[in-house]
């Protein structure tokens, strides 16, 4: 296995045409080809006849699914004894061995409880530890960010150890755009009152000259995000620890993916982000 291929896609609950949107992300996801796909914003319906969750219906036949519950949507809809989750998933070519979802800081301060999902994949290049989250989206919280962020990388430092293993991931919507202090966090460049720097490549930065900016959230492009009159942002990303010393994780050929429309209709009112990883240490 030379290289991973993994993407990233905030996908935007049901909002919208949603059986138009879930076509365009299968058609765009089989083109694609990632051996990982992310997802925030997806729902879970839980009756007491079953479970229906929202992954399942973009999930390739043979893949394997992990999800983890944010919170409950407190919608009129939902009748009694029935629950409505909202958090986020993983798509996985390969088995999963485990799947946590861990709670974030924040619920007791903003009225958005965020969480990450840590989910182990059995690769053919070993067991792999991947991240899956979505950060609070207020434009004023980024204070509540900078605790998340700080509480993700103190996770992973504990469940996911540099002792050898392919280098963690962490992917998502983390709703905050590069120059921000919880990013530049995540990059290494402040501590944020930690005793120690960390330090993920922000698979973006490995980009080409003359790849863009990279916005994902982007309302001169996309229909769906008009409604929300922000200016283009890019805060969704593939971060990778390291790469390692051998090269391992070295992220290739960045670039936004779940861009396409059709007839005006994107697959969500965000662009995904997908990149191949290197699995080989360097020769």
């Known amino acids: 296995m030379d290289r991973l291929r993994v993407a990233t896609l905030n996908l935007w609950?049901?909002?919208?045409?949603?059986?138009?949107?879930?076509?365009?992300?299968?058609?765009?996801?089989?083109?694609?080809?990632?051996?990982?796909?992310?997802?925030?914003?997806v729902l879970e319906l839980v009756t007491p006849s079953g479970?229906?969750?929202?992954?399942?219906?973009?999930?390739?036949?043979?893949?394997?699914r992990a999800y983890g519950p944010a919170h409950?949507?407190?919608?009129?809809?939902?009748?009694?004894?029935?629950?409505?989750?909202?958090?986020?998933?993983?798509?996985?070519?390969f088995p999963i061995v485990?799947?946590?979802?861990?709670?974030?800081?924040?619920?007791?301060?903003?009225?958005?409880?965020?969480?990450?999902l840590h989910v182990v994949v059995d690769a053919p290049i070993g067991e792999l530890d991947v991240?899956?989250?979505?950060?609070?989206?207020?434009?004023?919280?980024?204070?509540?960010?900078?605790?998340?962020v700080k509480a993700i990388a103190r996770l992973i430092a504990e469940v996911a150890p540099d002792d050898g293993r392919f280098p963690p991931l962490l992917m998502g919507d983390l709703n905050a755009e590069p120059h921000s202090d919880e990013i530049r966090y995540l990059g290494g460049f402040t501590r944020l009152g930690e005793p120690r720097s960390v330090r993920f490549a922000d698979a973006w930065a490995y980009a080409e000259v003359?790849?863009?900016?990279?916005?994902?959230?982007?309302?001169?492009?996309?229909?769906?995000?008009?409604?929300?009159?922000?200016?283009?942002?890019?805060?969704?990303?593939?971060?990778v620890r390291g790469p390692d010393g051998n090269?391992?994780?070295r992220p290739m050929s960045p670039?936004?993916?779940?861009?396409?429309?059709?007839?005006?209709?994107?697959p969500s009112d965000h662009f995904g982000v997908c990149c191949d990883l290197v699995t080989r240490p360097a020769s």
């Open 13 to 41: 609950n049901k909002s919208g045409p949603w059986a138009e949107r879930m076509r365009l992300v299968r058609t765009q996801l089989a083109a694609l080809e990632p051996d990982l796909l992310a997802l925030q914003e």
């Open 51 to 64: 479970t229906m969750n929202q992954a399942d219906e973009l999930k390739p036949e043979g893949w394997h």
């Open 72 to 93: 409950d949507m407190a919608v009129a809809w939902v009748p009694k004894g029935q629950s409505l989750h909202f958090g986020n998933a993983l798509l996985s070519r």
């Open 98 to 116: 485990r799947e946590t979802a861990h709670p974030l800081p924040g619920g007791d301060v903003s009225d958005q409880r965020r969480c990450v």
């Open 131 to 148: 991240f899956v989250t979505h950060l609070n989206w207020k434009l004023d919280e980024g204070w509540v960010r900078e605790l998340q």
């Open 210 to 239: 003359g790849a863009g900016p990279g916005f994902t959230f982007d309302a001169s492009r996309n229909t769906f995000a008009v409604q929300y009159h922000e200016a283009p942002r890019r805060i969704d990303y593939v971060f």
């Open 247 to 249: 090269g391992r994780g």
């Open 255 to 266: 670039r936004l993916c779940f861009d396409e429309d059709r007839a005006g209709v994107f």
